[in-house]
């Protein structure tokens, strides 16, 4: 069984957050536990009387609402770029003009060695695509920034390497749901098996910045949740 997430401690930390600076990953800053988050940038890690500082992006609002939560832990998200959604918690230890300094973090989590992680679909998960016969709706097995799969009650005129367009992911949460609009996909293959429905596999071709944006965030709290099921973090 795949491990759900692998920690990066040590001089593993400075390489990996000096990484993520240099390539000004964009990353969700979170105050846990409150509808509080901003998007901001890690900016630098810096040696200051011999300890270690990570400096991030001031964000608009932040001080503010901080100033209720101080003795909280921030978390941050982001993604790298190979698709591996990381997490890690740090606590902000002071305000300047040039960005809050904040402790660095003990580990950093990778959430998935996946290149593009898959989660399992919830109950109602459903895909609305159109064929040439018009609107199909199928049941959502599981699904990714990359791709999705997912059977249907009835035969499909699906085949490899089809292309499909305008496809609609819709995921219930609370009382209502996500909806999350695919310009483009195709078909990559069809697993057949002998006592359940046939699986049909499908790669997003085409995915829209905000969407992917959205989704990924979803993501993420998919496995946060997941996570703290298994008191991984």
């Not at 904040?102 to 593009?116: D, H, N, S, T, V």
């Not at 005129?157 to 949460?173: C, F, K, S």
Request: some cysteine; aromatic content about 8%.
């Amino acid at each position: 069984m795949e491990e759900l997430a692998e920690t990066i401690s040590g001089k593993g930390i400075i390489d990996h957050l000096h990484e993520l600076v240099a390539k000004r990953r964009m990353c969700k800053m979170e105050i846990p536990n409150t509808p509080h988050s901003w998007l901001t940038l890690l900016l630098s890690v810096q040696e200051i009387s011999g300890s270690h500082y990570l400096w991030i992006d001031r964000a608009t609002g932040f001080e503010k609402v901080f100033a209720r939560y101080r003795d909280r832990e921030v978390s941050f998200e982001f993604l790298e770029i190979d698709g591996v959604p990381c997490q890690f918690k740090t606590r902000i230890v002071g305000f300047h003009p040039e960005g809050l300094r904040a402790e660095l973090p003990k580990c950093i989590f990778r959430l998935q060695r996946r290149g593009c992680v898959r989660i399992a679909a919830r109950s109602g998960t459903e895909i609305i695509f159109h064929l040439e016969k018009g609107e199909e709706t199928a049941k959502v097995k599981d699904y990714s920034l990359g791709g999705v799969s997912f059977f249907s009650d009835r035969s499909l005129p699906l085949h490899t390497g089809d292309r499909i367009d305008q496809l609609e992911l819709r995921v219930p949460r609370g009382t209502g749901e996500i909806n999350f609009r695919i310009p483009r996909a195709v078909v990559k293959r069809m697993e057949r098996h002998s006592s359940k429905k046939d699986i049909w596999v499908l790669e997003f071709m085409e995915m829209p910045d905000t969407t992917q944006e959205q989704m990924w965030q979803h993501i993420f709290e998919e496995q946060r949740i997941l996570l703290q099921k298994t008191k991984k973090i």
